[in-house]
């Protein structure tokens, strides 16, 4: 039985067990359902198997909701455990546990394919392509990055979670002081996701670069499509720099060797100095989309163009390159020096200033504008005050000076919290509601998610702010309890509420698209919101092939153009159009990369060899492969152009 | 598929140049990696702790016969890819398949160099100096190794095949990869090599 006990957990408790019974049940009940409503041919050929950029994209949002009840579990939890001095709700192992598991999925497998999911979906409808550079590429990306947070997710019933932080500082992370394999799936699942965002990266960038419709040149790209584009080159330089850092973490961990050890001249800062080159413009890879959303969301129902269209691109431009200029203000107190601190204090304020400019340029866009209250305006109206509190203690934080006072308390807990929520959450919801319609044909109730969005606002100032002021009383960050004399008691009970809120502002939201499925009415436009750019010109639902004529642009907001001023948006016949062919290897090629990871995991050599064979196998037979898609005919252009606009 | 014959075979269709394009987009994600993996090295090139140190352990004849076979290899892909341009395939193939020995010429001097160092006691557990010199190495090597396949799989479907744009666009996509390995190469014996001798 050696061999199993490697998968015990270690810190058992009943409610990993109930989990575990949950887990089993649930794939139980999904098979089961699959068998008995005879899905599994539909799930095959129309989505795992999937190369369409707009089904990717949506399987992007399904996976970072669900990862965002998982991440939500842990912070309810934490707060739970906070709630009361001495609380004996969970121990300290179980604690570092769940802080860790908390950052890690609600950054990396909520918040990123959140954002690369509407970019899926968004990007290409809004450039007036057919589909991504890379179609098969796409499809391998969503599947990477689904199985590295399938395998981050099992963590917790097979062999235990990752317990030293989503920062994973060394020596912490070491085999010394984290015995546990959950640190070695922290350095595995996120490499295999990794490695998807890496590709979504490149396919992306070409993407933009290369497949606008005619006549839009990039500056006459819309908001979101340019913030997707400096996303896509912040990710493309900065991920191969986590590819390297959780390589060199892994060897450490499995192979013995010495980078950030304490002796033989290993060096544990050089974790922290690669992890946050990475991690600092990564945050500005979470908020640039999500500003893009808003200046989308805020012209329209502003009812106005943009302001300072030009100033917005420059600011993100700006924001882009000082992202990686900043890295050690996340490590002030841990020994530079004053010059390299003073430096780093400068240039963290400095990404203050373009920030800054795009606050004040949304702000001009609302003024003499006709503003039309809608649940995607509430949450970016939401978005500006509230994001100004987290950015105003940011620029605290940045003073180096004053951050010995700071540095991880729940100060800095309350401001990234104040940052991420209002600026990356508030953007993804409001973004869900804004394009709910186009993906699936019925909007969401509005009554409902106007309350949702209040209900999420307050709580997240409920939750949060008594942080800022515990947090300067000095409650240090990842404590899993205090003393009754500390006297934090009553403010973290009252973050606890907050939290709670919060989880009813996302059960609400669920009940929304229960509630809006079942009776909201099929019959809208293709432009239920009278928006203004491209993807709101073609039909909904919107036909595999996006556009059955190319779009002709001439501004950065064709389709107004085409309604206000009479611009003609389609011109010329019908042609033949060639699509890609479905594919089922990037499915297949990612499980076997599950598999991969777990045996590295547990270092299972054997499976691990096998797994390595078999991912090279599958690359091998994309070289060999011969296709060259599909073409759709004209005559089954103009059925489908007819059946959609008859509806 | 619409192809333009006003340019290379390996541009001329919409498909190629977005391949191409992402191509040149990778080797940027590439050259992160490879910086990345530099800085470590000049972070960690003088703690070696209880172990040897680069002036120790390296040695200059391996280092220059990888040099020159890798160097040379660069060179006789480029000649590969200007006959795929003239059109002529056996030269072409011949070319690459010189490339390909001699990239397998490199990998034999590079394992034989890893196991001397292992011999010296520089294993890869040694010290933070060891772990990341052969780490860059390692990596650089492991690029070498899939690039061998790659070429293989390339030169088999080209034989197969013809000069098409789609195999002319796979062959010169492999030759930029090719030359951005020599060009990584370059940087490691400079800044390794040459610099740890000094």
């Not at chain 1, 203000?329 to 010059?339: V, W």
């Not at chain 2, 992160?32 to 352990?57: Q, V, W």
């Not at chain 2, 090597?141 to 790659?150: E, I, L, M, N, R």
Request: hydrophobic residues 50%.
């Amino acid at each position: 039985m050696d061999f199993f006990d490697r998968f015990a957990i270690p810190h058992a408790s009943p409610a990993i067990y109930a989990s575990m019974v949950a887990i089993v049940l649930t794939s139980v009940a999904i098979v089961a359902g699959l068998t008995y409503f005879k899905k599994w041919g539909y799930l095959w050929r129309e989505w795992l198997t999937t190369v369409d950029h707009k089904r990717i994209g949506i399987m992007y949002l399904l996976s970072a909701l669900l990862m965002l009840f998982r991440g939500g579990v842990d912070a309810i939890m934490m707060r739970a455990q906070l709630a009361a001095p001495e609380s004996k709700l969970l121990d300290a192992q179980h604690y570092n546990e769940i802080f860790t598991t908390h950052g890690v999925v609600m950054i990396l497998f909520m918040a990123m394919p959140f954002i690369i999911g509407f970019m899926n979906f968004v990007v290409p409808l809004q450039i007036g392509a057919r589909d991504v550079a890379f179609p098969r590429l796409n499809a391998i990306s969503f599947w990477l990055f689904f199985m590295g947070a399938m395998l981050f997710n099992i963590s917790f019933v097979v062999g235990g979670s990752p317990d030293a932080g989503w920062t994973s500082y060394f020596p912490l992370a070491g085999n010394e002081f984290s015995e546990s394999v959950g640190t070695n799936y922290y350095m595995i699942a996120i490499q295999i996701a990794g490695i998807g965002t890496l590709m979504t990266g490149i396919n992306f960038m070409t993407t933009i670069l290369k497949m606008r419709a005619p006549g839009m040149t990039l500056m006459k790209m819309p908001m979101f499509t340019w913030s997707s584009l400096i996303t896509n080159a912040i990710i493309v330089f900065a991920f191969p720099v986590l590819t390297v850092l959780l390589a060199m973490g892994t060897m450490d961990r499995l192979f013995g060797t010495q980078f950030f050890t304490t002796e033989n001249g290993g060096m544990d800062m050089l974790w922290a100095n690669f992890f946050w080159v990475w991690g600092h413009p990564e945050v500005y890879i979470l908020i640039l989309p999500a500003f893009g959303i808003y200046s989308q969301v805020i012209s329209t129902f502003a009812r106005r163009n943009l302001y300072g269209y030009k100033s917005m691109v420059w600011s993100m431009v700006i924001i882009s390159l000082l992202s990686f200029l900043v890295w050690v203000h996340h490590f002030f107190t841990m020994g530079q020096g004053a010059l390299a601190n003073s430096i780093f204090s400068i240039t963290t304020m400095a990404i203050a200033v373009p920030t800054g400019v795009k606050i004040f340029n949304w702000l001009l866009t609302l003024w003499k504008g006709k503003i039309v209250i809608t649940t995607p305006m509430l949450y970016s109206m939401l978005f500006i005050p509230l994001f100004t509190i987290g950015g105003v203690t940011g620029v605290m934080l940045g003073m180096s000076a004053a951050d010995y006072q700071y540095h991880n308390t729940m100060f800095l807990v309350a401001h990234f919290h104040m940052v991420i929520i209002p600026g990356v959450v508030f953007a993804m919801l409001a973004g869900l509601t804004f394009y709910w319609p186009k993906m699936f044909g019925f909007m969401l109730n509005e009554r409902i998610g106007k309350l949702t969005a209040w209900i999420i606002a307050i709580s997240t100032l409920v939750a949060f702010m008594p942080m800022f002021f515990t947090g300067l009383d000095g409650q240090a960050r990842r404590m899993y309890t205090y003393s009754e004399a500390t006297g934090f008691g009553p403010l973290n009970m009252i973050s606890f509420v907050g939290a709670l809120g919060l989880a009813a502002g996302f059960v609400l939201l669920v009940y929304n698209v229960y509630y809006s499925t079942r009776y909201a009415s099929r019959d809208i436009s293709a432009d239920p919101w009278d928006a203004r750019t491209l993807e709101w010109a073609t039909h909904t639902p919107v036909p595999s092939y996006n556009f059955a004529v190319e779009p002709q642009v001439s501004s950065e907001e064709p389709l107004w153009d085409a309604k206000k001023n009479g611009h003609e948006l389609f011109k010329g016949e019908y042609k033949e159009i060639h699509m890609p062919n479905n594919s089922g290897v990037p499915f297949i090629m990612s499980s076997i990369f599950f598999v991969w990871g777990f045996s590295f995991v547990f270092s299972l050599w054997i499976p691990l060899i096998l797994a390595t064979i078999g991912i090279f196998a599958c690359m091998t037979h994309r070289s060999f492969e011969k296709d060259h898609g599909h073409h759709i005919s004209v005559k089954e252009i103009e059925e489908t152009e007819e059946k959609l606009r008859g509806a | 598929m619409k192809i333009d014959h006003s340019l290379p075979l390996e541009y001329s269709t919409e498909e190629n140049r977005l391949k191409i394009l992402g191509f040149w987009i990778f080797l940027g994600a590439e050259i992160m990696l490879f910086a990345t993996l530099f800085a470590g090295y000049f972070t960690l090139a003088n703690r070696t702790g209880n172990g040897p140190t680069g002036a120790e352990i390296f040695e200059i004849t391996p280092v220059l016969i990888e040099t020159f076979l890798l160097l040379a290899s660069s060179f006789t892909i480029g000649l590969g890819i200007h006959a795929m341009r003239l059109g002529n395939k056996k030269a072409m193939l011949t070319f690459f398949a010189v490339t390909l020995i001699l990239g397998l010429g490199f990998l034999g001097v590079e394992i034989y160099d890893f196991v001397v160092y292992v011999h010296e006691g520089a294993a890869i557990q040694t010290s933070a100096f060891t772990s990341m010199l052969l780490t860059t190495l390692g990596t650089h090597g492991a690029h070498v190794t899939v690039g061998f396949f790659w070429g293989l799989f390339i030169i088999l479907q080209v034989r197969k095949r013809g000069l098409t744009p789609e195999t002319a666009n796979k062959s010169f996509i492999f030759s930029l990869y090719w030359h951005f390995l020599d060009v990584v190469w370059i940087f490691i014996f400079s800044f390794i090599y040459m610099k740890g001798m000094m």
